[in-house]
């Protein structure tokens, strides 16, 4: 090729001052410059061969990771004590925070009503008693007398048998008078006891032993079931602190691995760094449609007081999946607008593989779709790498596994 450029344009003649040595070297380089520039010209115009992508490998393995969840401590008992009848506070002998025993008095209501509606319940009584006495004793007399002209009518002729059948009707009407008076002296008693029972309710007392953690009445504040400025409020209400109920909403993802008698850790704001633990007591068996969570509550032992209710708590909640997961390294995963996506590799092409993404496990993360154990996806997921692309592969020698 240079022999023929140099026939077909022939250098100039040296002139001649200039010495054979330099005359060469100007003409080789000049040949020099040309066949450069052609061999630069064929490597530009040679095609280029496909990339080369980073790969890993799926693997499959037992997901066992844990999450922080929030809580809330409740008390195991709470009851909210308003007055049964209507009444005005005598005395209080509870305060906010004060501890009570089962049984213990609470407050003291008077109703003077009440006085006078036990004294009328008790006339009631003697007079319904004495109407009874009044009938029973009709009744033996008249039974008496039955029995009298029963036995002279054995003698023919001595008593006539339409005075024996009127003998034995009277002793039959006073027998159904005795049992009306007994059951109007019954009525009479229950009607008294009831009242005697709603006396009783002026005694307020705790239904089990907890602490005071509100009170709404004072002395002279007038209180009932329906009536009075603080209808609408409890008297107090008292709650069990011994045992807690720490509630905790767990996402319907994360509700298969929950099992009874599991025991969780948890932290709260008031004591940091240090840890409780709760057993797994109960569990709802059903999502709250709202929020989509399951709630699960842990009883707390609180024998100590520290832990007060409606503390908000982390909760150390382990997550654990019935069968093995497949995981990506989570660059691996990509996404647009409309889908997520891994770049999967086969047979020396590129395919988009739909996926949804789960739990995070250190430099993996948790994926669902049309993938298997084993499959070869690119390091980085990217909709730069297109569909059908052929590629060279190289994996790392240290794999996300």
Same mark, same amino acid.
């Given at each position: @090729?240079?022999?023929?450029?140099?026939?077909?344009?022939?250098?100039?003649?040296?002139?001649? *001052?200039?010495?054979?040595?330099?005359?060469?070297?100007?003409?080789? %380089?000049?040949?020099?410059?040309?066949?450069?520039?052609?061999?630069?010209?064929?490597?530009?115009?040679?095609?280029?061969?496909?990339?080369?992508?980073?790969?890993?490998?799926?693997?499959?393995?037992?997901?066992?990771?844990?999450?922080? @969840?929030?809580?809330?401590?409740?008390?195991? #008992?709470?009851?909210?004590?308003?007055?049964?009848?209507?009444?005005?506070?005598?005395?209080?002998?509870?305060?906010?925070?004060?501890?009570?025993?089962?049984? #213990?008095?609470?407050?003291?209501?008077?109703?003077?009503?009440?006085?006078?509606?036990?004294?009328?319940?008790?006339?009631?009584?003697?007079?319904?008693?004495?109407?009874?006495?009044?009938?029973?004793?009709?009744?033996?007399?008249?039974?008496?007398?039955?029995?009298?002209?029963?036995?002279?009518?054995?003698?023919?002729?001595?008593?006539?048998?339409?005075?024996?059948?009127?003998?034995?009707?009277?002793?039959?009407?006073?027998?159904?008078?005795?049992?009306?008076?007994?059951?109007?002296?019954?009525?009479?008693?229950?009607?008294?006891?009831?009242?005697?029972?709603?006396?009783?309710? =002026?005694?307020?007392?705790?239904?089990?032993?907890?602490?005071?953690?509100?009170?709404?009445?004072?002395?002279?504040?007038?209180?009932?079931?329906? %009536?009075?400025?603080?209808?609408?409020?409890?008297?107090?209400?008292?709650?069990?602190?011994?045992?807690?109920? =720490?509630?905790?909403?767990?996402?319907?993802?994360?509700?298969?691995?929950?099992?009874?008698?599991?025991?969780?850790?948890?932290?709260?704001?008031?004591?940091?760094?240090?840890?409780?633990?709760?057993?797994?007591?109960?569990?709802?068996?059903?999502?709250?449609?709202?929020?989509?969570?399951?709630?699960?509550?842990?009883?707390?032992?609180?024998?100590?007081?520290?832990?007060?209710?409606?503390?908000?708590?982390?909760?150390? *909640?382990?997550?654990?999946?019935?069968?093995?997961?497949?995981?990506?390294?989570?660059?691996?995963?990509?996404?647009?607008?409309?889908?997520?996506?891994?770049?999967?590799?086969?047979?020396?092409?590129? #395919? *988009?593989?739909?996926?949804?993404?789960?739990?995070? %496990?250190?430099?993996?993360?948790?994926?669902?779709?049309?993938?298997?154990?084993?499959?070869?996806?690119?390091?980085?997921?990217?909709?730069?790498?297109?569909?059908?692309?052929?590629?060279?592969?190289?994996?790392?020698?240290?794999?996300?596994?």
């Amino acid at each position: @090729m240079r022999k023929r450029e140099c026939l077909k344009n022939p250098p100039r003649r040296a002139p001649a *001052w200039m010495p054979a040595a330099a005359v060469a070297m100007i003409v080789c %380089s000049a040949l020099g410059c040309r066949g450069n520039g052609s061999t630069q010209s064929e490597k530009a115009a040679a095609p280029a061969g496909p990339p080369t992508l980073d790969v890993v490998r799926v693997v499959e393995r037992p997901i066992d990771v844990t999450l922080s @969840m929030p809580g809330q401590l409740d008390p195991y #008992e709470t009851v909210a004590v308003y007055p049964k009848v209507t009444g005005f506070i005598k005395s209080i002998r509870v305060d906010r925070g004060s501890r009570v025993r089962s049984g #213990e008095v609470l407050a003291e209501l008077e109703a003077p009503e009440l006085v006078a509606q036990r004294a009328e319940a008790q006339s009631k009584v003697q007079a319904a008693e004495a109407q009874l006495a009044a009938a029973r004793s009709k009744a033996d007399a008249d039974a008496g007398t039955y029995d009298r002209l029963k036995a002279a009518s054995a003698t023919p002729g001595v008593v006539a048998g339409n005075d024996l059948v009127l003998a034995q009707k009277s002793v039959e009407g006073d027998q159904s008078q005795v049992a009306a008076a007994q059951q109007t002296v019954e009525a009479a008693r229950q009607a008294l006891k009831s009242i005697t029972q709603m006396e009783g309710y =002026l005694r307020v007392t705790a239904p089990f032993d907890g602490v005071v953690t509100e009170r709404n009445v004072h002395p002279g504040t007038l209180v009932g079931p329906n %009536s009075g400025s603080a209808a609408a409020l409890p008297m107090v209400r008292v709650v069990d602190t011994d045992r807690l109920r =720490l509630v905790v909403p767990v996402p319907q993802a994360y509700t298969a691995g929950v099992t009874r008698g599991g025991t969780m850790t948890f932290t709260v704001a008031a004591y940091p760094g240090q840890k409780f633990e709760g057993t797994v007591a109960r569990i709802a068996q059903a999502v709250d449609v709202k929020t989509r969570t399951m709630p699960v509550e842990l009883d707390v032992t609180n024998r100590d007081g520290r832990l007060a209710p409606g503390t908000f708590c982390q909760v150390v *909640w382990p997550i654990r999946r019935p069968t093995p997961s497949l995981l990506v390294p989570s660059g691996s995963v990509g996404s647009t607008t409309d889908r997520t996506f891994v770049v999967r590799i086969r047979e020396g092409k590129t #395919e *988009w593989v739909d996926v949804k993404t789960g739990l995070a %496990s250190g430099p993996l993360v948790e994926v669902f779709g049309e993938l298997r154990a084993g499959d070869t996806v690119a390091v980085r997921g990217t909709d730069e790498i297109k569909a059908g692309t052929a590629v060279h592969t190289r994996e790392p020698a240290r794999t996300a596994s």
